[in-house]
């Protein structure tokens, strides 16, 4: 069944029945989660706790963070099997060349953790979660090879 999902600002996310993924027990863990508007205020703690964090704040320092939690919804909801399209970049283009070490990212990634610890997850779904997103730190991270010395 086609369904649209949209946003605070009324903005489509899912505008055809092929956006639309049919994965019935990764929607029911999205619906766990609360659905959009669960995702929605996931991503927001997420990203008050990363904010809150001076090892990560800077990387954000000059970010259009209002589009990012808009792009970390559509991510996060898609990584669920969500019926939402994400309509961002790349992730390795949305971070090459923002110097992420492994430490960031696994502090970014322990933030993420926390948050979802907030919801009425399993411990192994919840991990299962992490491992999704743990899979894109080669996209994310500077490769070693380049770290300074
Ligand atoms: C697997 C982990 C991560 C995922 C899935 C992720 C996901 C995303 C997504 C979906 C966007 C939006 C892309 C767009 O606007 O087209 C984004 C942007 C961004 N991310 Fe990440 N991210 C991750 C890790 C990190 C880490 C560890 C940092 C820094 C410590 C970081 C810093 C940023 C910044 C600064 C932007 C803004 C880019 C811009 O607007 O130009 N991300 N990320």
């Known amino acids: 069944m086609a369904q ?3 946003n605070s600002e009324g903005t489509p996310f899912a505008r055809t029945s092929s956006d639309v993924i049919a994965a019935d027990s990764q929607t029911s ?3 766990r989660l ?8 996931l991503v ?3 990203y008050d706790k990363v904010l809150a964090d001076p090892a990560l704040s800077p990387y954000f320092a000059d970010v259009a963070l209002d589009k990012l ?15 939402v399209r994400y309509s961002g970049r790349s992730i390795m283009q949305a971070h090459s060349g923002r110097r992420i070490t492994g430490e960031h990212f696994r502090a970014f990634v322990g933030h993420l953790d926390e948050t979802l610890k907030e919801h009425a997850l399993s411990d192994g779904e919840r991990k299962a979660i ?11 991270v500077k490769p070693v090879a ?4």
Do not use: H, K, W
């Open 29 to 31: 863990q999205f619906e």
């Open 146 to 149: 380049a770290l300074d010395p």
């Open 4 to 6: 649209s999902v949209r």
């Open 69 to 83: 939690r808009r792009m970390q919804f559509e991510f996060f909801s898609a990584a669920l099997g969500a019926p």
């Open 130 to 140: 992490i491992d999704r997103i743990n899979a894109y730190a080669d996209d994310v």
């Open 34 to 41: 609360g659905g959009v508007a669960g995702i929605t205020r």
């Open 44 to 46: 927001a703690r997420f």
